[in-house]
Protein backbone atom coordinates (compact mmCIF):
# COMPACT_ATOMS: atom_id res chain seq x y z
CA UNK A 1 0.00 0.00 0.00
CA UNK A 2 1.54 3.50 -0.80
CA UNK A 3 2.41 5.54 2.42
CA UNK A 4 0.64 8.37 3.01
CA UNK A 5 2.24 11.94 2.81
CA UNK A 6 3.06 14.00 5.83
CA UNK A 7 4.11 17.17 6.03
CA UNK A 8 6.32 18.33 9.08
CA UNK A 9 7.31 22.21 10.08
CA UNK A 10 10.60 22.83 12.04
CA UNK A 11 12.87 25.62 11.93
CA UNK A 12 15.44 26.26 9.37
CA UNK A 13 18.96 25.11 9.80
CA UNK A 14 20.28 25.77 6.78
CA UNK A 15 19.07 26.30 3.20
CA UNK A 16 18.09 24.53 0.00
CA UNK A 17 16.01 22.01 -1.29
CA UNK A 18 17.21 17.90 -1.20
CA UNK A 19 15.10 14.99 -1.84
CA UNK A 20 16.00 10.87 -1.11
CA UNK A 21 15.84 8.45 1.25
CA UNK A 22 15.51 8.50 4.67
CA UNK A 23 17.99 7.41 7.09
CA UNK A 24 17.22 6.61 10.59
CA UNK A 25 20.52 7.63 12.25
CA UNK A 26 20.70 5.99 16.06
CA UNK A 27 17.97 3.63 16.85
CA UNK A 28 20.37 0.85 16.28
CA UNK A 29 20.76 -0.72 19.77
CA UNK A 30 24.03 -3.58 20.94
CA UNK A 31 22.42 -6.67 22.43
CA UNK A 32 24.50 -6.97 25.60
CA UNK A 33 23.46 -9.87 27.68
CA UNK A 34 24.44 -10.24 31.39
CA UNK A 35 27.40 -12.53 31.41
CA UNK A 36 28.74 -13.70 34.75
CA UNK A 37 32.77 -13.78 34.62
CA UNK A 38 34.63 -16.07 36.90
CA UNK A 39 37.17 -14.48 39.43
CA UNK A 40 40.14 -15.33 37.25
CA UNK A 41 38.93 -13.81 34.09
CA UNK A 42 38.41 -10.18 35.93
CA UNK A 43 42.17 -8.87 34.99
CA UNK A 44 41.05 -10.33 31.36
CA UNK A 45 37.81 -7.96 31.30
CA UNK A 46 40.14 -4.96 32.75
CA UNK A 47 43.05 -5.53 30.25
CA UNK A 48 40.00 -5.60 27.25
CA UNK A 49 37.94 -2.60 28.75
CA UNK A 50 41.57 -0.64 28.86
CA UNK A 51 41.84 -1.80 25.17
CA UNK A 52 39.03 -0.56 24.30
CA UNK A 53 39.84 2.77 25.77
CA UNK A 54 43.28 3.19 23.59
CA UNK A 55 41.07 2.06 20.35
CA UNK A 56 38.44 4.56 21.14
CA UNK A 57 41.13 7.00 22.00
CA UNK A 58 43.27 6.43 19.07
CA UNK A 59 40.15 7.25 16.94
CA UNK A 60 39.04 10.21 18.36
CA UNK A 61 42.34 11.51 17.80
CA UNK A 62 42.63 10.17 14.44
CA UNK A 63 39.10 12.06 13.07
CA UNK A 64 40.03 15.41 15.13
CA UNK A 65 42.98 15.32 12.47
CA UNK A 66 41.05 14.51 9.77
CA UNK A 67 38.33 16.70 10.64
CA UNK A 68 40.71 19.62 11.62
CA UNK A 69 42.23 19.17 7.91
CA UNK A 70 39.18 18.91 6.32
CA UNK A 71 37.38 21.96 7.80
CA UNK A 72 39.33 23.53 10.23
CA UNK A 73 40.31 23.22 14.06
CA UNK A 74 36.65 24.56 15.24
CA UNK A 75 34.84 21.84 14.07
CA UNK A 76 37.66 19.35 15.05
CA UNK A 77 37.71 21.02 18.50
CA UNK A 78 34.57 18.90 19.96
CA UNK A 79 36.96 15.96 20.24
CA UNK A 80 38.70 17.77 22.92
CA UNK A 81 35.67 17.21 24.78
CA UNK A 82 35.50 13.98 23.89
CA UNK A 83 39.17 12.98 24.93
CA UNK A 84 37.66 14.22 28.19
CA UNK A 85 35.85 11.97 28.66
CA UNK A 86 38.08 9.29 28.26
CA UNK A 87 40.20 10.22 30.24
CA UNK A 88 37.65 10.94 32.84
CA UNK A 89 39.33 8.28 35.48
CA UNK A 90 35.68 8.88 37.89
CA UNK A 91 33.88 6.86 35.06
CA UNK A 92 37.05 4.37 34.54
CA UNK A 93 37.48 3.99 38.42
CA UNK A 94 33.72 3.54 38.68
CA UNK A 95 33.53 0.58 36.05
CA UNK A 96 36.46 -1.35 37.18
CA UNK A 97 35.15 -1.21 40.67
CA UNK A 98 31.79 -2.23 39.86
CA UNK A 99 33.27 -5.18 37.74
CA UNK A 100 35.33 -6.63 40.67
CA UNK A 101 32.23 -5.97 42.74
CA UNK A 102 29.28 -7.65 40.18
CA UNK A 103 31.81 -10.02 38.19
CA UNK A 104 29.54 -9.39 35.26
CA UNK A 105 31.15 -8.84 31.53
CA UNK A 106 32.71 -5.73 31.45
CA UNK A 107 30.59 -4.68 28.65
CA UNK A 108 27.09 -4.98 30.77
CA UNK A 109 28.63 -3.51 33.52
CA UNK A 110 30.36 -0.49 31.13
CA UNK A 111 26.67 0.15 29.26
CA UNK A 112 25.29 0.01 32.70
CA UNK A 113 27.34 3.06 34.52
CA UNK A 114 27.38 4.72 30.91
CA UNK A 115 23.38 4.30 31.17
CA UNK A 116 23.26 5.96 34.97
CA UNK A 117 25.64 8.48 33.93
CA UNK A 118 23.45 10.09 31.00
CA UNK A 119 20.57 9.89 33.74
CA UNK A 120 21.96 11.64 36.47
CA UNK A 121 22.76 14.45 33.56
CA UNK A 122 19.59 14.38 31.72
CA UNK A 123 17.90 15.03 35.20
CA UNK A 124 19.76 18.23 36.27
CA UNK A 125 17.56 21.19 34.03
CA UNK A 126 20.73 22.68 32.63
CA UNK A 127 21.22 23.42 28.91
CA UNK A 128 25.51 23.08 29.21
CA UNK A 129 25.26 19.27 30.86
CA UNK A 130 22.73 18.55 28.03
CA UNK A 131 25.50 19.36 25.86
CA UNK A 132 27.98 17.19 27.89
CA UNK A 133 25.17 14.44 27.53
CA UNK A 134 25.50 13.98 23.80
CA UNK A 135 29.22 13.35 24.23
CA UNK A 136 29.32 10.86 26.94
CA UNK A 137 26.60 9.19 25.12
CA UNK A 138 28.86 9.67 21.61
CA UNK A 139 32.14 8.48 23.19
CA UNK A 140 30.18 5.61 25.09
CA UNK A 141 28.72 4.17 22.08
CA UNK A 142 32.07 3.99 20.70
CA UNK A 143 33.74 2.57 23.48
CA UNK A 144 31.05 -0.31 23.86
CA UNK A 145 31.59 -0.76 20.18
CA UNK A 146 34.93 -1.65 20.47
CA UNK A 147 34.15 -3.46 23.25
CA UNK A 148 32.05 -5.87 20.96
CA UNK A 149 33.84 -5.63 18.30
CA UNK A 150 31.01 -4.22 16.06
CA UNK A 151 31.70 -2.79 13.26
CA UNK A 152 32.54 1.42 12.26
CA UNK A 153 29.53 3.54 13.15
CA UNK A 154 26.94 3.76 9.60
CA UNK A 155 27.50 7.57 9.14
CA UNK A 156 31.23 7.51 7.98
CA UNK A 157 30.46 4.17 6.09
CA UNK A 158 27.31 5.40 4.22
CA UNK A 159 27.44 3.26 1.03
CA UNK A 160 24.69 5.26 -0.69
CA UNK A 161 23.80 8.83 -0.61
CA UNK A 162 20.62 9.76 2.20
CA UNK A 163 19.07 11.92 4.12
CA UNK A 164 19.63 11.26 7.53
CA UNK A 165 17.12 11.52 10.18
CA UNK A 166 17.78 11.64 13.87
CA UNK A 167 16.37 12.52 16.93
CA UNK A 168 19.62 14.49 17.51
CA UNK A 169 22.84 14.66 16.06
CA UNK A 170 26.15 14.49 17.89
CA UNK A 171 29.34 16.80 17.33
CA UNK A 172 30.56 13.46 16.00
CA UNK A 173 28.09 12.17 13.70
CA UNK A 174 27.90 15.24 11.88
CA UNK A 175 31.74 15.96 11.91
CA UNK A 176 32.15 11.84 10.79
CA UNK A 177 29.20 12.51 7.65
CA UNK A 178 30.65 12.78 4.55
CA UNK A 179 28.93 15.25 2.47
CA UNK A 180 29.06 13.54 -0.59
CA UNK A 181 27.15 10.97 0.75
CA UNK A 182 24.59 12.37 3.46
CA UNK A 183 21.92 14.98 1.35
CA UNK A 184 20.64 16.71 3.99
CA UNK A 185 19.51 15.93 7.55
CA UNK A 186 16.63 16.59 9.84
CA UNK A 187 16.26 16.31 13.69
CA UNK A 188 13.74 16.48 16.05
CA UNK A 189 15.52 18.77 18.61
CA UNK A 190 17.80 21.74 18.53
CA UNK A 191 17.04 25.10 17.55
CA UNK A 192 18.71 27.82 14.88
CA UNK A 193 21.86 28.14 16.76
CA UNK A 194 22.38 25.01 17.83
CA UNK A 195 25.77 22.86 16.97
CA UNK A 196 23.54 20.96 14.28
CA UNK A 197 22.22 23.87 12.63
CA UNK A 198 26.11 25.80 12.50
CA UNK A 199 27.72 22.48 10.90
CA UNK A 200 24.98 22.07 7.85
CA UNK A 201 25.69 26.03 6.89
CA UNK A 202 29.03 24.86 6.86
CA UNK A 203 28.66 22.15 5.22
CA UNK A 204 26.42 24.01 3.00
CA UNK A 205 23.86 20.91 2.92
CA UNK A 206 19.96 21.74 3.27
CA UNK A 207 19.03 21.04 6.60
CA UNK A 208 15.95 21.44 9.26
CA UNK A 209 15.57 20.92 13.19
CA UNK A 210 13.37 21.07 16.07
CA UNK A 211 10.83 18.59 14.14
CA UNK A 212 9.66 17.01 17.57
CA UNK A 213 8.50 14.09 16.27
CA UNK A 214 9.63 13.31 12.96
CA UNK A 215 11.86 10.09 14.46
CA UNK A 216 8.05 8.68 14.95
CA UNK A 217 6.80 9.68 11.65
CA UNK A 218 9.20 8.01 8.94
CA UNK A 219 10.91 4.64 8.62
CA UNK A 220 14.46 4.16 6.97
CA UNK A 221 13.73 4.13 3.07
CA UNK A 222 10.90 6.25 3.05
CA UNK A 223 11.11 8.90 0.28
CA UNK A 224 11.59 12.63 2.10
CA UNK A 225 12.11 15.90 0.88
CA UNK A 226 13.97 18.38 3.28
CA UNK A 227 13.41 22.25 2.53
CA UNK A 228 16.24 23.81 4.38
CA UNK A 229 14.82 27.62 3.32
CA UNK A 230 11.62 26.79 4.53
CA UNK A 231 11.95 24.95 7.85
CA UNK A 232 9.85 21.90 6.39
CA UNK A 233 9.86 18.29 5.68
CA UNK A 234 7.99 15.77 3.62
CA UNK A 235 7.54 11.99 4.69
CA UNK A 236 6.71 10.10 1.28
CA UNK A 237 5.42 12.98 -0.82
CA UNK A 238 3.27 12.80 -4.02
CA UNK A 239 4.38 12.67 -7.15
CA UNK A 240 2.60 16.07 -7.59
CA UNK A 241 4.60 17.16 -4.77
CA UNK A 242 7.75 15.50 -5.63
CA UNK A 243 7.38 17.60 -8.67
CA UNK A 244 6.50 20.78 -7.34
CA UNK A 245 9.62 20.30 -4.97
CA UNK A 246 11.69 19.19 -7.93
CA UNK A 247 11.16 22.54 -9.44
CA UNK A 248 11.60 24.67 -6.81
CA UNK A 249 15.12 23.21 -6.21
CA UNK A 250 15.88 23.86 -9.29
CA UNK A 251 14.95 27.21 -8.84
CA UNK A 252 16.79 27.38 -5.77
CA UNK A 253 20.08 26.55 -7.46
CA UNK A 254 19.85 28.40 -10.03
CA UNK A 255 18.95 31.30 -8.28
CA UNK A 256 21.80 31.05 -5.97
CA UNK A 257 24.32 30.66 -9.13
CA UNK A 258 22.60 33.77 -9.92
CA UNK A 259 23.53 35.70 -6.89
CA UNK A 260 26.88 34.98 -7.24
CA UNK A 261 27.06 36.81 -10.32
CA UNK A 262 26.37 39.96 -7.89
CA UNK A 263 29.91 39.28 -5.96
CA UNK A 264 31.87 41.74 -7.33
CA UNK A 265 29.19 44.84 -7.45
CA UNK A 266 29.01 47.22 -4.89
CA UNK A 267 26.50 47.15 -2.40
CA UNK A 268 24.70 50.09 -2.96
CA UNK A 269 20.86 51.08 -3.08
CA UNK A 270 19.08 51.89 -6.14
CA UNK A 271 19.74 55.80 -5.47
CA UNK A 272 23.05 55.13 -4.91
CA UNK A 273 23.48 54.88 -1.27
CA UNK A 274 26.44 52.64 -0.31
CA UNK A 275 25.45 50.48 2.76
CA UNK A 276 28.22 48.06 4.46
CA UNK A 277 27.81 44.23 3.71
CA UNK A 278 30.11 42.47 5.76
CA UNK A 279 30.42 38.08 6.64
CA UNK A 280 30.38 36.60 10.47
CA UNK A 281 32.79 34.69 11.38
CA UNK A 282 34.15 32.15 14.32
CA UNK A 283 37.74 30.79 13.23
CA UNK A 284 40.27 32.11 10.65
CA UNK A 285 39.20 29.37 8.73
CA UNK A 286 35.87 30.55 7.63
CA UNK A 287 37.74 33.52 5.44
CA UNK A 288 37.72 32.21 2.26
CA UNK A 289 33.93 31.77 2.63
CA UNK A 290 33.76 35.55 3.38
CA UNK A 291 35.57 36.06 0.13
CA UNK A 292 34.42 33.69 -2.29
CA UNK A 293 30.42 34.93 -1.61
CA UNK A 294 32.11 38.86 -1.70
CA UNK A 295 31.37 40.21 1.35
CA UNK A 296 33.37 43.09 1.95
CA UNK A 297 34.76 42.78 5.22
CA UNK A 298 34.43 41.00 8.44
CA UNK A 299 31.42 42.55 10.90
CA UNK A 300 31.68 39.89 13.39
CA UNK A 301 34.27 37.76 14.23
CA UNK A 302 33.17 35.54 17.24
CA UNK A 303 36.25 35.07 19.33
CA UNK A 304 35.19 32.78 22.42
CA UNK A 305 36.16 29.63 19.91
CA UNK A 306 39.49 30.23 21.02
CA UNK A 307 38.73 29.29 24.66
CA UNK A 308 36.42 26.53 24.26
CA UNK A 309 37.64 22.85 24.93
CA UNK A 310 40.95 23.10 25.58
CA UNK A 311 42.76 23.27 29.14
CA UNK A 312 44.95 25.59 28.42
CA UNK A 313 44.29 29.77 27.87
CA UNK A 314 45.15 30.42 24.34
CA UNK A 315 48.16 33.22 24.85
CA UNK A 316 48.65 36.38 23.24
CA UNK A 317 51.36 35.08 20.45
CA UNK A 318 48.36 32.31 19.27
CA UNK A 319 46.02 35.42 19.50
CA UNK A 320 48.01 37.63 17.93
CA UNK A 321 49.20 35.14 14.97
CA UNK A 322 44.82 34.51 14.40
CA UNK A 323 43.87 38.63 14.40
CA UNK A 324 46.61 39.44 12.22
CA UNK A 325 46.02 37.02 9.72
CA UNK A 326 42.80 37.33 9.23
CA UNK A 327 43.14 40.96 8.82
CA UNK A 328 46.06 40.33 6.23
CA UNK A 329 43.91 38.17 4.44
CA UNK A 330 40.62 40.75 4.51
CA UNK A 331 43.02 44.03 3.70
CA UNK A 332 41.45 46.45 2.89
CA UNK A 333 38.53 45.70 4.80
CA UNK A 334 38.09 45.89 8.07
CA UNK A 335 37.66 42.91 10.57
CA UNK A 336 35.50 43.89 13.61
CA UNK A 337 37.19 41.78 16.63
CA UNK A 338 34.38 40.71 18.95
CA UNK A 339 35.97 40.41 22.05
CA UNK A 340 35.22 37.08 24.35
CA UNK A 341 31.77 36.64 24.43
CA UNK A 342 32.18 33.16 27.13
CA UNK A 343 29.36 32.29 29.33
CA UNK A 344 26.27 32.01 28.12
CA UNK A 345 25.51 28.52 26.13
CA UNK A 346 29.60 28.62 25.54
CA UNK A 347 31.91 26.37 27.05
CA UNK A 348 34.34 27.38 29.84
CA UNK A 349 36.63 24.29 29.93
CA UNK A 350 39.66 25.39 31.37
CA UNK A 351 38.12 28.12 33.53
CA UNK A 352 36.75 27.52 37.13
CA UNK A 353 33.17 28.53 36.40
CA UNK A 354 30.33 27.59 38.81
CA UNK A 355 27.32 26.45 37.08
CA UNK A 356 25.00 28.72 37.32
CA UNK A 357 21.39 28.88 37.24
CA UNK A 358 20.79 31.23 34.26
CA UNK A 359 23.49 31.45 32.52
CA UNK A 360 22.48 33.41 29.59
CA UNK A 361 21.63 36.18 32.60
CA UNK A 362 24.69 35.07 34.19
CA UNK A 363 28.77 36.16 34.79
CA UNK A 364 29.18 36.52 30.64
CA UNK A 365 30.36 38.33 27.96
CA UNK A 366 32.16 41.29 28.96
CA UNK A 367 30.96 40.93 32.93
CA UNK A 368 33.29 38.21 32.66
CA UNK A 369 36.21 40.33 31.14
CA UNK A 370 36.05 42.96 33.88
CA UNK A 371 36.25 40.42 36.55
CA UNK A 372 39.12 38.86 34.79
CA UNK A 373 41.36 41.82 33.64
CA UNK A 374 44.36 39.05 33.47
CA UNK A 375 42.72 37.11 30.67
CA UNK A 376 40.94 40.40 29.33
CA UNK A 377 44.73 41.89 28.65
CA UNK A 378 45.32 39.80 27.04
CA UNK A 379 43.15 39.18 24.28
CA UNK A 380 43.25 43.44 23.75
CA UNK A 381 46.35 43.39 23.73
CA UNK A 382 47.19 40.36 20.77
CA UNK A 383 44.28 42.67 19.19
CA UNK A 384 45.84 45.65 19.46
CA UNK A 385 48.73 44.40 18.46
CA UNK A 386 47.36 42.62 15.16
CA UNK A 387 46.11 46.16 14.26
CA UNK A 388 49.57 46.89 13.06
CA UNK A 389 48.90 44.55 10.37
CA UNK A 390 45.57 45.51 8.59
CA UNK A 391 42.33 47.46 9.93
CA UNK A 392 40.75 46.24 12.86
CA UNK A 393 38.03 47.42 15.20
CA UNK A 394 37.10 46.23 18.49
CA UNK A 395 33.76 45.12 19.81
CA UNK A 396 32.82 44.77 23.15
CA UNK A 397 29.84 42.01 23.71
CA UNK A 398 26.55 42.61 26.48
CA UNK A 399 27.37 45.93 27.27
CA UNK A 400 24.24 46.70 29.57
CA UNK A 401 25.44 50.00 30.72
CA UNK A 402 28.10 52.96 30.47
CA UNK A 403 29.88 52.15 32.95
CA UNK A 404 30.82 48.54 30.88
CA UNK A 405 31.89 50.33 28.80
CA UNK A 406 34.27 52.77 30.28
CA UNK A 407 35.72 50.36 32.55
CA UNK A 408 36.73 48.12 29.02
CA UNK A 409 37.89 51.48 27.72
CA UNK A 410 40.13 51.40 30.93
CA UNK A 411 41.64 48.28 30.38
CA UNK A 412 42.07 48.85 27.24
CA UNK A 413 43.67 52.10 27.88
CA UNK A 414 46.54 50.12 29.98
CA UNK A 415 46.71 47.69 27.24
CA UNK A 416 47.92 50.37 24.95
CA UNK A 417 50.08 52.19 27.16
CA UNK A 418 52.13 48.60 27.85
CA UNK A 419 52.49 48.45 24.54
CA UNK A 420 53.74 51.46 23.74
CA UNK A 421 55.87 51.26 26.52
CA UNK A 422 57.47 48.07 25.11
CA UNK A 423 57.60 49.82 21.35
CA UNK A 424 55.36 47.64 20.02
CA UNK A 425 53.18 49.08 16.90
CA UNK A 426 49.36 49.01 16.56
CA UNK A 427 46.65 51.42 15.19
CA UNK A 428 46.54 54.19 18.00
CA UNK A 429 42.98 55.00 16.28
CA UNK A 430 41.32 52.05 16.34
CA UNK A 431 37.61 51.82 16.44
CA UNK A 432 35.93 50.37 19.69
CA UNK A 433 32.06 49.78 19.53
CA UNK A 434 29.67 48.42 21.78
CA UNK A 435 27.27 45.48 20.64
CA UNK A 436 24.04 46.58 21.63
CA UNK A 437 22.30 43.52 23.02
CA UNK A 438 20.97 44.05 26.04
CA UNK A 439 17.26 46.08 26.11
CA UNK A 440 18.96 48.39 29.22
CA UNK A 441 21.72 49.27 26.70
CA UNK A 442 19.17 49.68 23.18
CA UNK A 443 17.00 52.32 25.98
CA UNK A 444 20.46 53.94 27.09
CA UNK A 445 21.86 53.92 23.36
CA UNK A 446 21.80 58.01 23.37
CA UNK A 447 24.17 57.84 26.38
CA UNK A 448 26.78 55.01 25.84
CA UNK A 449 26.73 56.78 21.64
CA UNK A 450 28.58 59.60 23.26
CA UNK A 451 31.56 57.50 24.18
CA UNK A 452 31.48 54.19 21.82
CA UNK A 453 33.13 54.94 18.20
CA UNK A 454 30.10 52.50 16.57
CA UNK A 455 26.79 50.27 17.72
CA UNK A 456 26.24 46.77 16.57
CA UNK A 457 22.99 45.26 17.06
CA UNK A 458 23.48 41.89 18.65
CA UNK A 459 19.86 40.79 17.66
CA UNK A 460 20.16 36.90 18.60
CA UNK A 461 20.07 38.07 22.21
CA UNK A 462 18.43 41.59 21.82
CA UNK A 463 15.00 39.32 20.85
CA UNK A 464 15.86 36.95 23.52
CA UNK A 465 16.33 39.30 26.61
CA UNK A 466 13.32 41.46 25.17
CA UNK A 467 10.73 38.85 24.60
CA UNK A 468 11.91 36.36 27.37
CA UNK A 469 12.46 33.94 25.02
CA UNK A 470 15.45 31.41 24.95
CA UNK A 471 16.99 31.31 21.69
CA UNK A 472 17.67 27.49 21.59
CA UNK A 473 14.53 26.24 22.67
CA UNK A 474 12.56 24.66 19.58
CA UNK A 475 9.59 24.37 22.01
CA UNK A 476 8.83 28.35 22.31
CA UNK A 477 10.97 29.13 18.98
CA UNK A 478 7.02 30.29 17.88
CA UNK A 479 7.56 33.16 20.33
CA UNK A 480 11.01 33.98 18.92
CA UNK A 481 9.59 37.20 16.92
CA UNK A 482 12.39 39.71 15.21
CA UNK A 483 9.45 41.35 13.82
CA UNK A 484 7.64 42.10 17.33
CA UNK A 485 7.09 45.70 17.44
CA UNK A 486 9.23 46.21 20.96
CA UNK A 487 12.26 44.89 18.41
CA UNK A 488 11.55 47.22 15.61
CA UNK A 489 11.20 50.04 18.50
CA UNK A 490 14.24 49.21 20.12
CA UNK A 491 16.10 48.80 16.82
CA UNK A 492 15.04 52.28 15.71
CA UNK A 493 16.16 53.80 19.00
CA UNK A 494 19.38 52.26 18.59
CA UNK A 495 20.46 53.55 15.53
CA UNK A 496 18.79 57.19 15.97
CA UNK A 497 20.56 57.49 18.59
CA UNK A 498 23.94 56.33 17.14
CA UNK A 499 23.09 58.87 14.33
CA UNK A 500 22.46 61.73 16.70
CA UNK A 501 26.11 61.36 17.98
CA UNK A 502 27.59 60.78 14.29
CA UNK A 503 28.89 57.01 14.86
CA UNK A 504 27.52 54.00 12.55
CA UNK A 505 25.16 51.39 13.30
CA UNK A 506 25.62 47.77 12.08
CA UNK A 507 23.91 44.52 12.91
CA UNK A 508 25.34 41.52 13.22
CA UNK A 509 22.85 39.10 14.64
CA UNK A 510 20.63 36.42 12.73
CA UNK A 511 18.26 39.11 11.71
CA UNK A 512 20.86 40.84 9.43
CA UNK A 513 20.65 37.65 7.24
CA UNK A 514 16.75 37.60 7.12
CA UNK A 515 15.66 39.01 3.63
CA UNK A 516 11.93 39.42 5.32
CA UNK A 517 13.91 42.13 7.49
CA UNK A 518 16.78 43.72 4.47
CA UNK A 519 14.24 46.73 3.78
CA UNK A 520 12.26 47.90 7.25
CA UNK A 521 16.40 47.77 8.70
CA UNK A 522 17.70 49.98 5.45
CA UNK A 523 14.83 52.53 6.14
CA UNK A 524 15.31 52.79 9.74
CA UNK A 525 19.29 53.64 8.63
CA UNK A 526 21.04 50.95 9.18
CA UNK A 527 24.60 51.23 7.91
CA UNK A 528 25.94 47.85 7.71
CA UNK A 529 24.93 44.32 7.54
CA UNK A 530 27.00 41.47 8.41
CA UNK A 531 25.78 37.74 8.50
CA UNK A 532 26.73 34.23 7.79
CA UNK A 533 28.86 34.24 4.65
CA UNK A 534 26.41 32.61 2.19
CA UNK A 535 23.69 34.71 3.13
CA UNK A 536 25.36 37.83 1.98
CA UNK A 537 24.88 38.19 -1.59
CA UNK A 538 21.25 37.66 -1.38
CA UNK A 539 21.11 40.35 1.21
CA UNK A 540 23.24 43.03 -1.68
CA UNK A 541 20.50 41.54 -4.43
CA UNK A 542 17.37 43.44 -2.07
CA UNK A 543 19.68 46.45 -0.75
CA UNK A 544 20.51 46.90 -4.67
CA UNK A 545 16.98 46.87 -5.77
CA UNK A 546 15.77 49.61 -3.45
CA UNK A 547 16.08 53.37 -3.11
CA UNK A 548 16.41 54.93 0.37
CA UNK A 549 13.28 56.53 0.04
CA UNK A 550 11.03 53.48 -0.59
CA UNK A 551 12.95 51.71 2.28
CA UNK A 552 12.10 54.68 4.61
CA UNK A 553 8.65 54.77 3.90
CA UNK A 554 8.44 51.06 3.93
CA UNK A 555 9.75 51.16 7.80
CA UNK A 556 7.46 53.90 8.40
CA UNK A 557 4.72 51.79 7.79
CA UNK A 558 5.76 49.19 9.50
CA UNK A 559 6.34 50.59 12.69
CA UNK A 560 2.66 51.70 13.21
CA UNK A 561 1.82 47.81 13.42
CA UNK A 562 0.78 46.08 16.31
CA UNK A 563 1.67 42.69 15.97
CA UNK A 564 5.27 40.76 14.63
CA UNK A 565 2.54 38.65 12.30
CA UNK A 566 1.19 42.17 10.97
CA UNK A 567 4.65 42.91 10.35
CA UNK A 568 5.85 39.96 8.61
CA UNK A 569 3.47 40.08 6.57
CA UNK A 570 3.62 43.76 5.70
CA UNK A 571 7.04 42.95 4.97
CA UNK A 572 6.43 40.17 2.86
CA UNK A 573 4.39 41.83 0.87
CA UNK A 574 6.78 45.02 0.06
CA UNK A 575 9.56 42.39 -0.50
CA UNK A 576 7.58 41.52 -3.23
CA UNK A 577 6.10 44.40 -4.55
CA UNK A 578 9.59 46.29 -4.69
CA UNK A 579 11.74 42.94 -5.62
CA UNK A 580 9.57 40.73 -7.17
CA UNK A 581 11.81 38.22 -8.65
CA UNK A 582 12.56 37.02 -4.68
CA UNK A 583 8.65 36.20 -4.53
CA UNK A 584 9.12 32.33 -4.93
CA UNK A 585 11.71 32.26 -2.18
CA UNK A 586 9.05 33.33 0.17
CA UNK A 587 6.43 31.37 -0.77
C1 LIG B 1 23.86 38.30 18.84
O1 LIG B 1 23.56 38.11 20.02
O2 LIG B 1 23.05 38.71 18.00
C2 LIG B 1 25.21 38.01 18.36
C3 LIG B 1 25.58 38.30 17.12
O3 LIG B 1 26.07 37.39 19.21
P1 LIG B 1 26.01 35.84 19.57
O4 LIG B 1 25.09 35.16 18.60
O5 LIG B 1 27.40 35.35 19.47
O6 LIG B 1 25.48 35.86 20.97
MG1 LIG C 1 25.08 37.90 21.49
Redesign the pocket.
Known sequence: MKKKETILRGIPASPGIVSGKAFLYGREQYTITRRLVKEDQLLNEIKRFKEALVQTKNEIIEIKKRISEEMGVKHAEIFSAHLLVIDDSMLIEEVISKLKKEKLSIEYIFQDVLRRYIKVFSEMDDEYLKERISDINDVGRRILRNLIGAKEDVLSNLKEKVIVIAYDLSPSDTATMHKKNVKGFATDIGGR?SHTAIMAKSLEIPAVVGLELLTKKIESGDEVIIDGTHGIVVVNPTPRTMKKYEQDREKFVSYAKHLLDLKDLPCITLDGKKIGLSA?IEVPEDVPSVVAHGAEGIG?Y?TEYFYMNRKDLPNEEEQFRAYSSVAKKIKPHSVTV?TM?LG?DKFLSQLDVPQQMNPFLGWRAIRFCLARPDIFKVQLRAILRASAHGKLRIMY?MISGIEELRQANVLLGEAMKELKKEGLQFDENIEVGA?I?VPSAALTSDILAAEADFFS??????IQYSLAVDRVNEKIAYLYEPTHPAILRLIKNIIDSGHASGIWVGM???MAGDIVMTIILLGLGLDEFSTSPIATPEIKRIIRAVTINQAEQVAKGALTLSTGKEVEAYAKSKLKEIVPDIAAELE
Do not use: K, S, V, Y
Not at 457 to 462: A, E, F, P, V, Y
Open positions: TNLRRDGPMEIGTNDLCGE
